[in-house]
């Protein structure tokens, strides 16, 4: 078979498709495929290496993936998901971001229009920080929301989705999850997930959302530049995920817990954050800016701030520019 493409892209999706069997490919096998010198082969194996993916060489044999790899699949996706929507489902191979794409398309999207990425270039994660994000490696998900109401009626909205993740992990078997304000999602003591929601509109006018969800599923060994302690799914549960499945349920799940939000606010999920707390009745360290903050925490109010008890009595904080650190 010959691929006439010069298309970086495409020829990287091909080698990527070839190797995600789990079979050895030769360098020269793939260079007649692709119409491409062994040489440029050895280049493309570089740079998806420098993109995550866990590629090792045999002399006289080629090349490998440390682990056989399940590609996301569009077609597979749609036909798993269970709630019924009309909105646009985009499946792509390296982006800078799918917090970006959703951005830059969002005025032609409907509700709960979904970007998935098996490697991110730039993913973006809470506080200016990166969202380190190898390749096939996890969920890296953005779905686009419209709040006709506004600013007004989205308070609470990253605690929502962090319950509806919590939802979705538990219907992959992944029983032990827990949650810290706003949504970051642990396991044993370590991030598993975390969630960052973009939001554009005027006041007093709608506001755009865009939902992105990170999600560690089967990180590589290597030690990732990663400032916390971290752990994925693989370590937590004895079968292997299909990336397609999960990308499902977390779809519907965002769906219906979207849709919910809009009409009914925080309210139906305060109970269940509240019971996912990681958290809950220890002494914490809250950082804001410069400012550390000790105190117990004491769950959310109704309307999704954070409460701790200090000297002065149980305080309310609420904002996009805290952290919360064990003490
Ligand atoms: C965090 O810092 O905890 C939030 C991380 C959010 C990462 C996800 S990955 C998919 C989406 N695209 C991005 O660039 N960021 C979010």
Not at 111 to 119: F, I, K, M, P, Q
Not at 135 to 151: D, E, I, K, R, V
Not at 159 to 182: C, E, R, Y
Not at 306 to 327: H, N
């Amino acid at each position: 078979m010959t691929v006439n493409h010069a298309n970086t892209d495409v020829i990287r999706t091909h080698i990527i498709k070839q190797l995600a069997v789990g079979d050895f490919c030769s360098g020269e096998a793939l260079g007649e495929q692709l119409g491409i010198s062994r040489a440029a082969v050895s280049n493309h194996i570089k740079s998806l290496s420098e993109l995550g993916l866990d590629i090792y060489s045999v002399q006289g044999k080629g090349y490998r993936l440390a682990c056989p790899l399940i590609l996301l699949d569009k077609s597979k996706i749609l036909d798993l998901l269970t709630v019924p929507t009309d909105a646009q489902l985009t499946v792509l191979n390296v982006i800078d971001s799918t917090n970006q794409f959703i951005k830059e398309h969002q005025s032609d999207l409907s509700n709960g229009s979904v970007c998935l990425a098996e490697a991110q270039t730039a993913g973006r994660g809470r506080l200016g920080r990166r969202w380190v994000s190898p390749y096939g490696a996890s969920m890296y998900l953005s779905m686009h929301w419209t709040f006709p109401a506004g600013y007004q009626t989205i308070g609470g909205l990253s605690l929502a989705v962090g319950v509806a993740i919590i939802n979705a992990l538990n219907k992959i078997g992944v029983s032990q999850a827990k949650l810290k304000w706003p949504n970051d999602i642990y396991v044993l003591g370590k991030k598993l997930a975390g969630v960052l929601i973009e939001v554009e509109g005027q006041i007093g006018a709608a506001c755009h959302c865009i939902v992105g969800i990170g999600i560690n599923v089967k990180l590589p060994q290597a030690n990732l530049p990663i400032d916390q302690p971290y752990i994925d799914i693989n370590s937590v549960i004895t079968t292997e995920v299909d990336r397609n499945e999960f990308a499902a349920v977390l779809i519907d799940e965002l769906l219906t817990t979207l849709t919910l939000f809009e009409s009914k606010g925080l309210a139906p999920f305060v109970a269940q954050w509240r019971a996912a707390d990681v958290y809950a009745n220890q002494t914490i360290n809250l950082i804001i800016g410069q400012t550390v903050t000790s105190g117990i925490a004491r769950g959310i109010s109704d309307n999704g701030a954070l409460l701790v008890e200090t000297d002065l009595g149980i305080q309310a904080f609420q904002g996009g520019e805290i952290s919360v650190r064990p003490a």
